[in-house]
């Protein structure tokens, strides 16, 4: 129940759930639940939840909203 792109790279090992991702990078191992990213950059190993924007995460951050 996602929607990934246009423009979107999801990183292998991710998990995309109920958000939309475009515009947007997601790097490996990166978990995004019930989210919207648009021009977005999330490093390797962040977890990202609840509604958004635009974001740039380091690696290993966690982040709700």
């Not at 790097?27 to 950059?41: D, M, Q, R, Y």
């Amino acid at each position: 129940d996602s929607v990934i792109g246009p423009h979107a790279s999801i990183g292998v090992g991710s998990l995309i759930e109920g958000s939309i991702v475009k515009e947007s990078i997601v790097c490996t191992g990166v978990e995004v639940k019930n989210a919207l990213l648009v021009h977005s950059v999330i490093a390797t190993g962040a977890r990202v939840k609840g509604k958004s924007r635009r974001l740039s995460l380091e690696p290993n951050t966690k982040f709700n909203f």
